[in-house]
């Protein structure tokens, strides 16, 4: 049996380069020329696509919120520990001392409600 010569055709258009779908975007002229200055500083040098894509990812990765770390937390009230104390008045009885102090620290209620660190409380 001879084989026959079966006729493939081709698609028409341009070949796919990605799985990835384009996304146009129309940039004014001033955003274009920063976005080329930054990318030419890159190295090696990046084309605009991908210059467009690490921005993108630097931005998107800032925006994420990031719980402090208990380091942090810690030295964060150890300074306004110490800033408080800097401000309290040393003529006053130290139960004062001292209840100022934690007014200081704890703020003002109307801010305490909207702090997201702070668990709510039950009315």
Do not use: C, Y
């Not at 380069?17 to 955003?31: A, E, F, I, S, W």
């Not at 139960?95 to 007014?103: D, L, T």
Request: hydrophobic fraction near 30%.
């Amino acid at each position: 049996m001879a084989v026959k010569n079966k006729r493939i055709r081709k698609k028409r258009g341009r070949p796919a380069t990605g799985q990835d779908p384009v996304v146009p975007v129309r940039l004014p002229k001033n955003h274009l020329s920063a976005l080329d200055d930054w990318r030419t500083e890159q190295k090696p040098e990046l084309t605009r696509s991908e210059a467009i894509r690490r921005l993108l990812e630097i931005a998107l990765s800032h925006t994420k919120r990031r719980e402090p770390s208990p380091d942090a937390a810690k030295m964060a009230s150890k300074l306004a520990s110490k800033t408080a104390e800097d401000l309290l008045d040393r003529s006053a009885p130290a139960e004062e001392q001292q209840r100022r102090k934690r007014r200081l620290i704890r703020g003002p209620s109307e801010f305490r409600e909207m702090r997201k660190d702070q668990p709510k409380r039950q009315t």
